[in-house]
């Protein structure tokens, strides 16, 4: 029932942008925290950016600056933009959902949408 959809991957240039989108279905949108995870070859996933409402969101420090994630809860949609992409963005972009606020475990898990910076 639940459906996290990613979209806005694809390749780019180093210094480009692209923004991510995750549209979600099946679940009380605005009751869970989204995040955005990347996994790239032969590396663990790693959380990159999550947010539950537009106060305080949590952004890794090594891409802060760069990336900000946003929610349209009227869309059920997540964002996450990528400014000045380095070849070491490339990876599998994940989003995922939590209900919890005490567990770090996210329920939910979209398919992933692959972002490449290359020249």
């Known amino acids: 029932q639940v459906q996290l959809v990613e979209s806005g991957g694809g390749l780019v240039q180093p210094g480009g942008s692209l923004r991510l989108s995750c549209l979600a279905s099946?679940?009380?949108?605005?009751?869970?925290?989204m995040a955005w995870f990347r996994q790239a070859p032969g590396k663990e996933r790693e959380l990159l950016a999550s947010i539950r409402s537009e106060a305080n969101p949590y952004v890794l420090n090594s891409v802060k600056g760069r990336f900000t994630i946003s929610r349209d809860n009227a869309k059920n949609t997540v964002y996450l933009q990528m400014n000045s992409l380095k070849p070491e963005d490339t990876a599998v972009y994940y989003c995922a959902a939590r209900y919890s606020t005490s567990s770090t475990t996210y329920d939910y898990w979209g398919q992933g949408t692959q972002v490449t910076v290359s020249s």
């Open positions: 099946g679940l009380t949108f605005s009751t869970y925290r």
